[in-house]
């Protein structure tokens, strides 16, 4: 009885497709971010060269570029008429995925930049007074900043998961196609259904706890297997 009523309250907005969606989108768009902001981040404290700091400005004034600046960047360049339009990009979870890339690298990015300017040169000097080769020291970087790195990620995820403007922008909102979990919601305050929307978003936030919990839970196996 309580699987009807609730099929009953949002099948109009059609919940199960939005979750399903979401969950793609999220996990997809942050794990593509999460390689190329870590190794991008890495490299930028690694390397000098000229025009760092320019590089390192822009990358910080992306962190907090407006997600719908992105969202219509990107429904340009899908568009029909765009450079990517023969990729047929624009409205679907793919092309959603992109904007969601392009918004959560540069958090991503700049946060293990700053993690690593912090922790990466005093590993390096332990691993050379070690004798320790190139990748042995990179592989020892990531260990030392694994808990940094997490917190980056989830962060990133945080922010894909949240996202409304511009995945609307790029993917239209389409129900059972397009339509994200935050954009169901848009979509019922703009028809006056407050609790239909509320109730969704209880479901966003506990969908992102149960994630949260099962990263912490393989965080503390890993931490225990440390101590073997």
């Known amino acids: 009885m309580l699987k009807t009523m609730i099929e009953e309250i949002f099948?109009?907005?059609?919940?199960?497709?939005?979750?399903?969606?979401?969950?793609?989108?999220?996990?997809?768009?942050?794990?593509?971010?999460?390689?190329?902001?870590?190794?991008?981040?890495l490299a930028?404290?690694?390397?000098?060269?000229?025009?760092?700091?320019?590089?390192?400005?822009?990358?910080?004034?992306?962190?907090?570029?407006?997600?719908?600046?992105?969202?219509?960047?990107?429904?340009?360049?899908?568009?029909?008429?765009?450079p990517l339009g023969k990729l047929e990009l624009l409205f679907t979870v793919e092309g959603m995925i992109l904007a969601q890339t392009i918004i959560i690298t540069p958090i991503i990015c700049g946060m293990i930049y700053t993690y690593g300017n912090k922790t990466a040169p005093a590993v390096r000097v332990f691993a050379k007074t070690m004798g320790a080769?190139?990748?042995?020291?990179?592989?020892?970087?990531?260990?030392?900043?694994?808990?940094?790195?997490?917190?980056?990620?989830v962060s990133g995820f945080g922010r894909s998961i949240s996202?409304?403007?511009?995945?609307?922008?790029?993917?239209?909102?389409?129900?059972?196609?397009?339509?994200?979990?935050?954009?169901?919601?848009?979509?019922?305050?703009?028809?006056?259904?407050?609790?239909e929307g509320l109730t969704l978003g209880i479901l966003l936030l506990v969908m992102a706890f149960l994630l949260q919990c099962l990263a912490d839970f393989f965080q503390k196996e890993s931490k225990e297997n440390e101590n073997y």
Do not use: C, W
Not at 135 to 151: G, V
Not at 164 to 188: F, P
């Open 133 to 153: 080769g190139k990748l042995q020291t990179n592989l020892l970087i990531l260990r030392e900043m694994k808990h940094e790195i997490y917190f980056a990620i």
């Open 11 to 41: 099948s109009d907005v059609g919940v199960y497709d939005a979750i399903r969606v979401t969950s793609r989108m999220a996990v997809t768009s942050t794990f593509i971010s999460a390689v190329l902001g870590i190794v991008l981040g």
């Open 163 to 195: 996202e409304v403007g511009a995945v609307m922008l790029v993917g239209g909102n389409i129900k059972g196609h397009t339509r994200t979990m935050t954009t169901a919601i848009s979509l019922l305050k703009s028809q006056g259904i407050f609790t």
């Open 44 to 82: 930028l404290e690694r390397f000098s060269f000229p025009g760092k700091r320019v590089v390192v400005r822009i990358n910080r004034t992306l962190m907090g570029v407006p997600p719908v600046v992105v969202g219509l960047i990107v429904y340009m360049l899908t568009m029909r008429r765009g």
